[in-house]
Each structure stands twice: as C-alpha cells, then as structure tokens.
C-alpha cells in the first residue's frame, strides 16, 4: 500500500526547518521523502501547503481513567484519591479497562497523539485495546515482589517486544510512597539482573517528599539510587520538586523526566522547574497524566502550559522556545519510550505523522508555524492521525474497524457499574 502525500510543508524534526514537498508511505513505514516524488500511489492527497510532523508522544498517562474524567473533582487531594477514586478503581473488573481505554485512543488520535505510555492495571486488555485501535502505545508493566511475578513480568516484556510489534512495553512501579522498602528492593534486583530501564511517579508533591525524608533520612531520587534502581536508566513522571542532587542523579543516570503541567496544576502540586531540568542535560518529554487529574488528553493545552509556565516561574519570557517544546511532545518523549523508529520523519522509520491544518484562523498568519502551534494552536487544528502507516483519523472522522458509537456503547457499560 503506498499513500502519497502531495504540496506538504514538511517539519521532519531531523532539525528544525520546514521543507515544501512531498512524503511517501510505503505499508507501515516512510519511504521517500523530496520536493517532488511522482509514483503511482494507491492513495494520492494534496496537503494543500498544511503540515506533516511526527505524531505527538504522550509520555505518561492513565488511559482508563476515563471512567473517572469530571466525575470527582474540586476535593482536596486526600479525599479525591482515598474517597473517590481509589474505591471506585477497586470495582475494576476484566473487560474494563480494555472497554475504556478506547475512549482514550479516540480523544488521542483527535490531539494527534500517535502513541502514549500507559500506566494501569490490566495491561492485556489495554495491549489488545490498543492493536485494535491501531495505536502504537507503550505500556508500563507494574512490577510486584516475588518469584511469580518476576516470572510474569518477564514473560510479558518478551512476549510485547517482538520485532515489529505495534504496542511495546517497559517495567516500572506506581511511585516509591506506594512501595515498601523490601518491595522497593526487589525492583532493584529486576533492573540491575536483566538491566532495563525502570520508570515511576516520582516527586509530584512536597507531601511525598518529607514523608520519604521522615521514612529514610532521603529524598526519593536519592533513596532510589542508594537502592541501585536507576541503573539502568529510564524516566520519572512528574518531577515537579527536584533538589539540585537529584537533578544531578538523574542526569548521570540517564533517568528523563515526564512533566505533566496541567494536572499538577489543577492538583495543585506545583510547577516544575525545566529551565533547570534542561540545563542540566535532563532528556524533558511531555505528559496528560491520566483523565482523572487532568482532565482533557490534549498535547496543545500541555504543551502551552510547558512553556507558559516555565516562562511564569523563571520570570523570563525567554527561558524556553516554541521549538524545544515540540521536541519534548515528540522526539524526547519517543526516546523516553524507547520508540526510536518513530521520533521523526525520516526514510525508513515508521510512518507515525499527523497533519496540521494551516488553513484554521488559529493558525495564520503563517509568520512562524512552530509559534502558532505552541502557542495559539489547539487540537482542533490536527487534520490526519497516521499511524503505522494508517490513516486513522482525517478531516473530523475517524477510521477504525470498529464504530466509534460501538466504543461509546461498551464504554458506557462499565461507567455505568463504576458509578
Ligand atoms: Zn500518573
């Protein structure tokens, strides 16, 4: 199957400058890309001057959580987790969360969101959710203590990683104040036996912070390093309170961050500090975090919050570009994934774009089209989600084998029994 795409503004991220010309897809992966390519092509579309670029890389969220979007918020923290959400999370049954996930996948493929790294219970029902979609997602593999789950979580990560498959996986745990110091200890084992990347929650509140301080005499970052668990690199999310030796640990380790600015705001944990992460060398990607905190799944309204608010916090208006932010949402976030054959549009990697209407108000005059996305645009300006060489979602509708009414029906069932 060969799509050609014709007249296109073309931002590769291979570096920062726009190109005029055409973009080949040949099956699941890009094949030329020039200022003119003419083949017979089973799918001819003339861009008419709108953008291709990389699909956006949600590097931390929560799919299923949205069984609980606008259903309990407005509460201090303690009680929105302990008296709504957690009671709710526990009548989870199978079948939910593959149901709800796809709520998601919609909301992400109209944000042009081509992959997400998910953290939730169930990840065989969000693995087969997501092939069925058609999303190139990562998942992260809660660990456990013991034999079995060793056993198990292994076999999972081989059995996701084949060459070629479209959703992969990585291991981590939900956050060290969820952890026991013998589970905490364990994990270590994990990483420094089979050497993989580990990810985790990490310093969202102050709260979490002295409470670890109190616990062991240590800030998170360093109580986790002590125990060997970053040896190996991978990623934090959230970091929105990060000492000085932290940041030093992280970036010796190779551990990036995933910020997740609009739900620490409307959590009111805090705002992180990236003009610091950045200069430091930390990789920085971008997350929504889950549909409970957030609420929306909307790389715009992060991305804009990215910068806005280092902005705000720094007191300078020049303490971030337009164009470091749109690597974060993509390049960074795939490298944090470990999705390197979709971070940008070259031959020969996977054919995970998304297109940009330049013709929407928000988006003219076309004086510089990197400002306008990060700083007027918003995700109804997102044309076409291709994924793996799929169009998945053109012009407002949406392509999937399943009827997206079918989805809603499903979704619904579950909400229903949740309440
Ligand atoms: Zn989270």
Same mark, same amino acid.
């Given at each position: 199957?060969?799509?050609?795409?014709?007249?296109?503004?073309?931002?590769?991220?291979?570096?920062?400058?726009?190109?005029?010309?055409?973009?080949?897809?040949?099956?699941?992966?890009?094949?030329?890309?020039?200022?003119?390519?003419?083949?017979?092509?089973?799918?001819?579309?003339?861009?008419?001057?709108?953008?291709?670029?990389?699909?956006?890389?949600?590097?931390?969220?929560?799919?299923?959580?949205?069984?609980?979007?606008?259903?309990?918020?407005?509460?201090?923290?303690?009680?929105?987790?302990?008296?709504?959400?957690?009671?709710?999370?526990?009548?989870?049954?199978?079948?939910?969360?593959?149901?709800?996930?796809?709520?998601?996948?919609?909301?992400?493929?109209?944000?042009?969101?081509?992959?997400?790294?998910?953290?939730?219970?169930?990840?065989?029902?969000?693995?087969?959710?997501?092939?069925?979609?058609?999303?190139?997602?990562?998942?992260?593999?809660?660990?456990?203590?013991?034999?079995?789950?060793?056993?198990? =979580?292994?076999?999972?990560?081989? +059995?996701?990683?084949?060459?070629?498959? @479209? #959703?992969? %996986? !990585?291991?981590?745990?939900?956050?060290?104040?969820?952890?026991?110091?013998?589970?905490?200890?364990?994990?270590?084992?994990?990483?420094?036996?089979?050497?993989?990347?580990?990810?985790?929650?990490?310093?969202?509140?102050?709260?979490?912070?002295?409470?670890?301080?109190?616990?062991?005499?240590?800030?998170?970052?360093?109580?986790?390093?002590?125990?060997?668990?970053?040896?190996?690199?991978?990623?934090?999310?959230?970091?929105?309170?990060?000492?000085?030796?932290?940041?030093?640990?992280?970036?010796?380790?190779?551990?990036?961050?995933?910020?997740?600015?609009?739900?620490?705001?409307?959590?009111?944990?805090?705002?992180?500090?990236?003009?610091?992460?950045?200069?430091?060398?930390?990789?920085?990607?971008?997350?929504?975090?889950?549909? =409970?905190?957030?609420?929306?799944? +909307?790389?715009?309204?992060?991305?804009? @919050? #990215?910068? %806005? !608010?280092?902005?705000?916090?720094?007191?300078?208006?020049?303490?971030?570009?337009?164009?470091?932010?749109?690597?974060?949402?993509?390049?960074?976030?795939?490298?944090?994934?470990?999705?390197?054959?979709?971070?940008?549009?070259?031959?020969?990697?996977?054919?995970?774009?998304?297109?940009?209407?330049?013709?929407?108000?928000?988006?003219?005059?076309?004086?510089?089209?990197?400002?306008?996305?990060?700083?007027?645009?918003?995700?109804?300006?997102?044309?076409?989600?291709?994924?793996?060489?799929?169009?998945?979602?053109?012009?407002?509708?949406?392509?999937?084998?399943?009827?997206?009414?079918?989805?809603?029906?499903?979704?619904?069932?579950?909400?229903?029994?949740?309440?």
């Amino acid at each position: 199957m060969k799509i050609l795409f014709k007249n296109a503004r073309i931002l590769t991220l291979k570096n920062e400058k726009i190109i005029n010309g055409d973009l080949l897809v040949e099956n699941n992966k890009i094949a030329r890309i020039g200022s003119k390519i003419n083949v017979k092509a089973d799918k001819t579309i003339d861009c008419e001057g709108n953008l291709l670029m990389p699909g956006f890389k949600n590097a931390h969220s929560h799919s299923a959580m949205t069984f609980l979007r606008s259903a309990t918020d407005d509460l201090p923290l303690d009680d929105w987790l302990n008296k709504t959400v957690f009671p709710r999370e526990a009548k989870l049954r199978k079948g939910d969360v593959y149901a709800l996930s796809k709520i998601a996948f919609l909301e992400y493929l109209t944000s042009g969101i081509t992959s997400c790294f998910d953290m939730y219970y169930f990840p065989e029902e969000f693995k087969k959710a997501s092939e069925e979609i058609g999303m190139r997602n990562v998942i992260l593999y809660l660990l456990n203590e013991g034999e079995d789950s060793e056993k198990n =979580a292994i076999k999972f990560y081989k +059995d996701c990683n084949k060459k070629d498959s @479209l #959703v992969t %996986t !990585l291991l981590g745990f939900h956050a060290e104040y969820t952890s026991s110091l013998s589970k905490l200890k364990f994990i270590s084992y994990l990483v420094n036996k089979y050497k993989l990347p580990i990810y985790t929650h990490a310093n969202e509140t102050l709260k979490e912070i002295k409470d670890c301080m109190k616990r062991y005499e240590y800030n998170p970052i360093e109580k986790m390093d002590k125990l060997g668990i970053f040896n190996y690199g991978g990623g934090i999310y959230h970091g929105v309170h990060l000492c000085e030796a932290e940041m030093n640990i992280l970036k010796n380790k190779n551990v990036g961050v995933v910020t997740c600015p609009a739900s620490n705001l409307k959590l009111a944990s805090g705002i992180a500090s990236i003009k610091d992460l950045v200069n430091k060398g930390i990789k920085v990607s971008i997350g929504t975090d889950g549909p =409970a905190s957030n609420n929306g799944l +909307d790389m715009f309204r992060e991305m804009y @919050l #990215v910068s %806005t !608010l280092s902005k705000y916090k720094e007191n300078d208006c020049a303490s971030i570009k337009a164009i470091d932010v749109i690597k974060m949402a993509t390049k960074n976030g795939a490298d944090l994934m470990r999705l390197k054959n979709s971070d940008t549009l070259e031959v020969g990697k996977y054919a995970d774009i998304i297109m940009i209407d330049l013709a929407k108000p928000d988006m003219q005059p076309i004086n510089n089209i990197i400002n306008n996305i990060v700083y007027a645009g918003n995700k109804l300006d997102i044309k076409m989600t291709m994924i793996n060489g799929k169009i998945l979602y053109f012009n407002n509708k949406f392509y999937l084998k399943e009827d997206v009414k079918n989805i809603y029906k499903n979704a619904y069932k579950v909400i229903s029994h949740l309440r």
